[in-house]
């Protein structure tokens, strides 16, 4: 390429980038008229707030959602605490290391106490079963090395941790 053409390209090339300044200036120039006429404010300011509150809004689902699930496992802990019988227990968790049962009132209460033990945390873990008349099973204490709590109390399920093949 002579040294005549290439300067008549860069002039043009030149040319077309200062024409390019000087409309985008004139966009941004008419942009701002455009916002102080119709009384709204700086586009980027609208931005960031908007971008803020759908920050802010997805936050707060996903602490709903945290929470919401915590609550589920809660009272999925609570329900099979309740409902788990020796037999469910031992389906699920294996042959225990002993299994004793013993009537309580004169053949009218039965205590059932099924212990595990183990080589890893926890080292043992005991569970106590009633039945009553009504011939049924109900688990009425769990035991371990870092819990103790009753099917009754509200924080029951802190024993599906300690021993998760419980709720399998």
């Not at 971008?51 to 099979?80: D, M, Y």
């Amino acid at each position: 390429m002579s040294p005549e053409k290439f300067t008549n390209r860069f002039s043009e090339v030149q040319r077309l980038c200062i024409t390019a300044a000087i409309e985008s200036n004139k966009l941004h120039d008419s942009a701002q008229t455009w916002n102080s006429r119709t009384g709204g404010g700086d586009t980027n300011t609208l931005r960031i707030v908007g971008l803020g509150l759908l920050g802010i809004t997805a936050l707060l689902i996903l602490v709903s959602a945290q929470h919401l699930r915590q609550e589920s496992e809660k009272r999925n802990g609570l329900r099979v605490l309740r409902e788990m019988t020796p037999e469910s227990l031992i389906t699920n968790c294996g042959q225990p290391t002993s299994d004793e049962e013993r009537a309580v009132v004169q053949n009218i209460a039965f205590v059932r106490t099924i212990e595990y033990k183990r080589v890893n945390f926890p080292y043992w873990v005991k569970l106590e079963f009633t039945r009553d008349t009504d011939r049924h099973w109900h688990l009425s204490q769990f035991a371990s090395p870092a819990v103790g709590v009753s099917p009754s109390d509200d924080n029951a399920y802190i024993a599906i941790p300690q021993f998760p093949c419980m709720a399998k």
